[in-house]
């Protein structure tokens, strides 16, 4: 079963998406939203969202309303489908862009095959304790601050010069790396992403802002420039 903590959009999210600056295009990396419990030993590429997953998506879109400027999202269906229900929700008139670099193979993962006996042996919380805190690769992997940087370096330059905000939608283990990379590793009890979390990135005139859960860091170097 789901953990009943689970069963919202993360507080935190409505938050950032009023506080972010409109004036400035600003990329959000976030998870898919509610799937059922994956199969015993099984990645589950093709497990789509349950019917809360849904409404979840659709409540997220619709705090968005008007904001979406562009919609990506990891090839993996629950992914697009949620893509394509915060672009509904949000009044998008446009179609969601598949994109390698939110999957695997991506920002991170170079040889799938040895990714997924990753995956098998340690788990996604096993893989995303290794990214968040070690700093070194898994096998097949990308070391953890160049997937990082990469992979926000990649958001910044599809968001361009549009203001509004720029949807990204992924996995629990892409998004658990690249927050930890650039706001510090996670603390307290539930230190991994909940669905429908996100990070948001976007640059001002200090640099780089990276801002997750109750953290925000301004101030951080660009991706785009080292």
Sequence with gaps: MNDPAQDAVPPAMFRWISEVPADRPVALLVRHSVRDELPHDDIGYELPLNPLGVRLARSLGAAMRGRVRSLRSSPVSRCVETAALIGEAAGAAFDTVPDRMLGDPGAYVIDRQLAGRNWLAMGSRGIMAHLAFRDDPLPGTEHPD??????????????????????????????????????GPPRGPEPWPRYLEGAFFWRDEAGLTAAYRDASRPGLADPSRV
Excluded: E
């Design 146 to 183: 160049v997937g990082a940087r990469k992979l926000v370096r990649h958001m910044l330059d599809v968001a361009a010069d549009a203001p509004g905000l720029h949807v990204f939608v992924t996995h629990d283990i892409l998004l658990a790396a690249t927050a930890a990379r650039f706001l």
